[in-house]
Nanobody, 123 residues
Framework: QLRLVESGGGLVQSGGSLRLSCVAS????????DAWFRQAPGKEREFVAA????????HYSDSVTGRFAISRDNSKNTVYLQMDRMRPEDTAVYYC????????????????WGQGTQVTVSS
């Protein structure tokens, strides 16, 4: 079983930056992809970014392209999300997710989830 724990959330002003971390533990087998999703109050969980196991392939939602960057360090079993030029609409609970095979932009594409970390961007 794979356990994912997110950290790094908090309060930031508009235009500021945060870096989220997702540490995997337990059976840290090679996974097809890891991703970040977010969910704002009253809204569905939405895809933010994904990265392949080797780190050579990344994908971003249109809303964060050019502002956010996903990366990984497999020696530390950690996936990161660097968030720059943040906006109030980035406010949400951010979740880390892992896929055993394939990848996608829908929550059902992923098999393991973290508990989430709150990110709040003030205007």
């Amino acid at each position: 079983q794979l356990r994912l724990v997110e950290s790094g959330g908090g309060l930031v002003q508009s235009g500021g930056s945060l870096r989220l971390s997702c540490v995997a533990s337990g059976t840290t087998f090679s996974r097809a992809a890891d991703a970040w999703f977010r969910q704002a109050p009253g809204k569905e969980r939405e895809f933010v970014a994904a990265i392949g196991w080797t780190g050579s392939s990344t994908h971003y939602s249109d809303s964060v392209t050019g502002r956010f960057a996903i990366s990984r360090d497999n020696s530390k079993n950690t996936v990161y999300l660097q968030m720059d030029r943040m906006r109030p609409e980035d406010t949400a609970v951010y979740y880390c997710a892992s896929a055993i095979a394939g990848w996608g932009v829908f929550p059902e594409n992923y098999h393991f989830w973290g508990q989430g970390t709150q990110v709040t961007v003030s205007s």
